[in-house]
């Protein structure tokens, strides 16, 4: 899919290679088309045999009972170690304890900043705690005029208000997945510090549409600090200008008493259950999954590797705006696996934006998110009754 | 006449049907069948659960449209589709009937080139116009509020506020749409008989005379047809708030149609989605006989 999809046909020739008698045919979609395309594929009776799933897709699929279970094949496999994964990202491919997805590359979510603003104001490092780090947004935002910010997130993004949550120890969702758990004290400590950052000026309150230029506002120093994917290692490289290079740095995350937790995202190679080639299928998996080539297809895509010993690898212990991300994939925790955590995850944020632009009190805000995660959680409470699906 | 109809020799009728047959079955296939699907999908909650296994699909009844009638997101939605509709669609018909007016004066020339002009938007591909839209309506860098800041007006927040992420919205779709109509009102226009204006200007009738007189009565029924037609697929709003603001910020440009597709085929709640597009063909439907009963009322 997307950028993948093209890299991930100069990676076959070598497969096919060593695999004399296997041909595979890759066919790319983009990310937005994907998940609609996959879906119709299921009902057609036309899955691929195997594909790469955003792994909060994982819980989904598995609800559609389309995916294999891998965890026989994963014991016997010389190429992929469980325990060489780490371990909030394998977490994400578990569903009930069974295992239907190879993690592919990560996606968790760090800071970037401005070093020389942050330097400015008088901190040589990214505080790690909420309390410091919003003393640090403080001080930066002293030294701003009106329309400079110290932080950007974007508030048509759900990652952000939900990794806050996770860092307060919320679990999002209650009783196995029946209900939304967003009134809780934990996420409500979170949302009102989300919130915080927009009531105070710390953050514009701007949708995903409407930064056209990213770079440039970081360029011009009308941001210092955003929060966002490894996709962005790549970007601001090529982006910012030379003289600005070595003025922008990555950190993990703050957390509520010290390093936080992040999102364990990324995508993952999922076996389809109605393959005709499992075994041919598998072994590549297997391919894709070896160390070297998870090398190969980063220095094709930026993408970074799920493995600690592809980490090892001097491409990536050089990179010194990587190392933050690496830090940061000891301390991720997947989102829950229910198959309604996207709808209920684009409520998250929209509530948010309710609050964020001041038509609903925080209270009022979570009170209606939970209601409507409550909604949507109906038909699952009702099959958890006649035991027709799992839990997370 | 009628007593010869009546006459009419029995295979006659069944020839009738056989000419009829391949449309009828086409229609049939394609159209009403889905359509008594649709109706039947939307008294269930047929959903992901249900793709797996039918028998996770219950027969809910009315349950999909109590439930719709009881989201504020609909209503919200319902509320954004009228304004769109009765705010863009009057702005839309008096703009094209406007254009078809000054391009059908004496007194203009290149009469073809500003016909064109005026049509290109209509032709251009939506998703195109809308991403171009967008940098004119970006509130730092965006022409308009270069504009309006040369006039010392502050800047707008066009899409990202929620008051102003409507009127944008509209304004881009009666600049892409009204070019369409005022082709339909050129043609309107040149079937009104000269002489009726000649008689009327003997008699003394000013130009304002002339068109409340003469124009708009006689261009009464291409009138109807634009403003049922216009209605109707403003009604069905979708692809300029899919592509400009996903239906943001804080809802305020989710379209019925917007919401059915997000329910539908963002969520696979087919169920619930089946009922949304029930109620949006109410709604139309009612609307239109309006408009009719409206105008028989004027004849």
């Known amino acids: 899919m997307g950028r993948e999809g093209e890299v991930v046909s100069e990676l076959i020739p070598d497969f096919e290679r060593s695999h004399p008698g296997i041909k595979v045919e890759v066919q790319q979609i983009p990310w937005s088309a994907a998940h609609e395309k996959l879906l119709t594929a299921y009902v057609g009776d036309a899955t691929p045999d195997i594909a790469m799933l955003g ?12 995916l294999e ?45 401005r070093s020389d603003l942050l330097a400015q104001a008088g901190y040589d490092r990214m505080p790690t705690t909420w309390a410091a780090w919003r003393e640090a947004m403080q001080k930066i935002k002293a030294r701003m005029t009106a329309r400079q910010y110290p932080l950007l997130i974007p508030i048509t993004e759900w990652p952000p208000p939900v990794i806050l949550g996770l860092q307060a120890g919320s679990s999002l969702l209650r009783d196995d997945g029946r209900y939304g758990g967003f009134r809780d004290p ?13 009531r105070d000026g710390l953050a514009p309150a701007l949708s995903g549409t409407e930064i056209s230029n990213l770079y440039q506002e970081f360029e011009r120093g009308n941001i210092a600090m955003y929060i966002s994917g490894p996709w962005q290692i790549g970007e601001f490289t090529n982006r910012l200008p030379k003289e600005l290079q070595d003025k922008w740095m990555t950190a993990p995350l703050p957390g509520v008493d010290g390093p936080g937790v992040s999102l364990a995202g990324g995508a993952s190679l999922s076996l389809f259950r109605a393959s005709a080639h499992k075994e041919e299928a598998w072994e590549l998996m297997e391919y894709l999954s070896r160390p070297e080539v998870q090398l190969r297809f980063y220095q094709l895509t930026g993408d970074l590797p799920p493995r600690r010993e592809a980490w090892r690898d001097t491409a990536l212990a050089n990179n010194r705006y990587a190392k933050a991300f690496h830090e940061q994939l000891d301390r991720v925790v997947p989102t829950p696996q229910v198959p309604e955590w996207e709808q209920i995850a684009t409520k998250v944020f929209e509530h948010g934006e309710k609050a964020v632009r001041g038509q609903r009190s ?3 805000a979570l009170a209606a998110l939970d209601r409507d995660v409550d909604g949507i959680l109906e038909k699952r409470r ?6 027709k699906v799992a839990r997370p | 006449m009628s007593t010869r109809r009546l006459r009419m020799p029995a295979e006659a009728g069944t020839a009738a049907w056989f000419f009829l047959a391949p449309a009828l079955l086409l229609i049939g296939v394609f159209f009403f069948l889905p359509v008594a699907a649709a109706l039947l999908l939307s008294v269930t909650d047929f959903d992901l659960y249900g793709i797996a296994s039918p028998g996770n699909t219950r027969f809910i009844g009315l349950r999909n449209y109590t439930r719709l009638l009881n989201t504020p997101d609909f209503w919200t939605a319902l509320r954004n589709t009228f304004y769109f509709a009765f705010v863009g669609g009057p702005l839309t018909i008096a703009a094209a009937l406007g254009a078809a007016l000054l391009l059908s004066s004496k007194l203009v020339r290149f009469k073809g080139f500003f016909r064109t002009v005026y049509f290109t938007p209509f032709v251009t591909t939506l998703v195109a116009v809308a991403i171009v839209w967008r940098y004119l309506y970006h509130t730092r860098y965006g022409l308009f509020n270069f504009g309006l800041a040369k ?5 707008i ?11 944008a919205i509209i304004l881009m779709a009666v600049w892409k749409g009204f070019g369409y109509n005022m082709l339909i009102f050129i043609a309107g226009l040149q079937s009104i008989p000269e002489e009726l204006y000649d008689a009327a200007e003997i008699d003394g009738a000013g130009p304002f005379r002339r068109f409340f007189n003469i124009t708009l009565p006689m261009l009464a029924p291409t009138l109807v047809f634009v403003a049922v037609i216009t209605m109707i697929g403003y009604f069905q709003l979708f692809a300029e708030p899919y592509v400009m603001t996903q239906g943001g910020p804080l809802r305020s440009t989710t379209s019925v149609v917007l919401l059915m597709y997000e329910e539908g085929f963002r969520w696979w709640r087919m169920g619930y989605a089946a009922a949304i597009a029930f109620v949006l063909f109410l709604v139309i439907l009612l609307a239109t006989l309006v408009q009719f009963r409206l105008q028989k009322e004027r004849a």
């Open chain 1, 55 to 66: 792994n909060t897709w994982v819980p989904e699929f598995v609800a559609l009972n389309a």
């Open chain 1, 69 to 113: 279970p891998l965890d026989a094949r994963v014991a016997k496999s010389a190429d992929v170690k469980r325990d060489d994964y780490f371990p909030g990202i394998w977490s994400t491919n578990l569903v009930d304890g069974v295992t239907y997805g190879v993690p592919w590359y990560v996606d968790t979510r760090v800071i970037f900043y």
């Open chain 1, 186 to 198: 934990p996420f409500r400590k979170a949302f009102d510090f989300y919130v915080g950052l927009f």
């Open chain 1, 362 to 364: 925080v209270d009022q």
């Open chain 1, 382 to 387: 009702y099959l958890m009754t006649q035991r």
């Open chain 2, 151 to 155: 006039l010392g007006i502050g800047p």
């Open chain 2, 157 to 167: 927040d066009w899409l990202g506020d929620p008051h102003w992420a409507m009127p």
